[in-house]
Nanobody
Framework: QVQLVESGGGLVQAGGSLRLSCAAS????????MGWFRQAPGKERDIVAA????????YYADSVKGRFTISRDNAKNTMYLQMNNLKPEDTAVYYC?????????????????WGQGTQVTVSS
């Protein structure tokens, strides 16, 4: 069974930066696609960024392009999300997810495993 654990969330002022990590255990995820999603109160869970099995292909939601960077270290079984120039509208619970397919997936239904989330709060 795959387990995903997010870390790195917290409270930051607008314009600041955070780096989220997603550590996987239970099996090697080097052939899995992975992604970051976020969910604000009263809203649906939306894709933030996704990465294919090798890290050679990435996807970003329009709202984070140029500010966020997704990456992975397959040797460490870990995925990252570097978030720069944070805005109050980035406030949400951030979830990491893994998909057994190695190809990019952009929807919630495309992922098989989920972490429990980490809170990111950006103050104005």
């Amino acid at each position: 069974q795959v387990q995903l654990v997010e870390s790195g969330g917290g409270l930051v002022q607008a314009g600041g930066s955070l780096r989220l990590s997603c550590a996987a255990s239970g099996r090697t995820l080097s052939t899995y696609a992975m992604g970051w999603f976020r969910q604000a109160p009263g809203k649906e869970r939306d894709i933030v960024a996704a990465i294919n099995w090798s890290g050679g292909m990435t996807y970003y939601a329009d709202s984070v392009k140029g500010r966020f960077t997704i990456s992975r270290d397959n040797a460490k079984n870990t995925m990252y999300l570097q978030m720069n120039n944070l805005k109050p509208e980035d406030t949400a619970v951030y979830y990491c997810a893994a998909a057994r397919t190695g190809r990019l997936r952009q929807t919630v239904s495309g992922y098989d495993y989920w972490g429990q989330g980490t809170q990111v709060t950006v103050s104005s």
